[in-house]
Nanobody, 118 residues
Framework: QVHLVESGGGLVRSGGSLTLSCAAS?????????VSWYRQRPEHERELCAA??????TTNYADSVTGRFTISKDKNKAYLQMNSLNTEDTAMYYC????????????WGQGTQVTVSS
């Protein structure tokens, strides 16, 4: 069975750091899969935070996290390193993997909660 499992969320004070992980099950983060991290803040739409291409050579970030968040991946996991967290980063964070060759292979995890206290 194919699925993604996020971990690493929790409660952190403003200015702190967290690293989120996304484990793939039933497939691997090969070069065929682009991986992204999204988040949904309270009373907001789900938004893209960061994305990385299948080969890992290109990353993109939302303006709100540029310079603070770093996305990376290896064969089995994707990561989101989050530094200088602030209360606006409080959200449920979701991992997404989508295949270049089979667009229907679009997988989401259940999310991991990040709460930043002031």
């Amino acid at each position: 069975q194919v699925h993604l499992v996020e971990s690493g969320g929790g409660l952190v004070r403003s200015g702190g750091s967290l690293t989120l992980s996304c484990a793939a099950s039933g497939f691997t983060f090969s070069s065929d899969y682009a991986v992204s991290w999204y988040r949904q803040r309270p009373e907001h739409e789900r938004e893209l935070c960061a994305a990385i291409t299948g080969a890992g050579g290109t990353t993109n970030y939302a303006d709100s996290v540029t310079g603070r968040f770093t996305i990376s991946k290896d064969k089995n996991k994707a990561y989101l390193q989050m530094n200088s967290l602030n209360t606006e980063d409080t959200a449920m964070y979701y991992c997404n993997a989508i295949s270049y060759s089979h667009i229907e292979d679009d997988y989401w995890g259940q999310g991991t909660q990040v709460t930043v206290s002031s």
